[in-house]
């Protein structure tokens, strides 16, 4: 089941995809009740170093991902990923 919105395909609801947009990493086409919302997040200029245990942990107190529950924010989808 793939999922055109605003001109771009997604595989489903809340499944992130690389983006490679000039600013950001990924996108996802996030869906919570009947809100449906594109988001995109991530530093396309980053590297990601979550194998790293000491940046894993400071990355995840630095955006409190203990506490990231809504979906439609990047915040979530962000921390999900680490």
Known sequence: MSITYRGETFSGYNKPKNDRTKTKKFAVLA???NRVKLIRY???????RKSNP???KSF??????ATATNK????????KKW
């Open 42 to 48: 991530g530093d396309a200029n980053m590297a990601i």
């Open 31 to 33: 869906k919570s009740g």
């Open 60 to 65: 995840r107190a630095r955006h409190r991902c």
């Open 54 to 56: 000491k940046a894993r």
């Open 72 to 79: 439609l924010t990047a915040r979530y989808w962000s921390c």
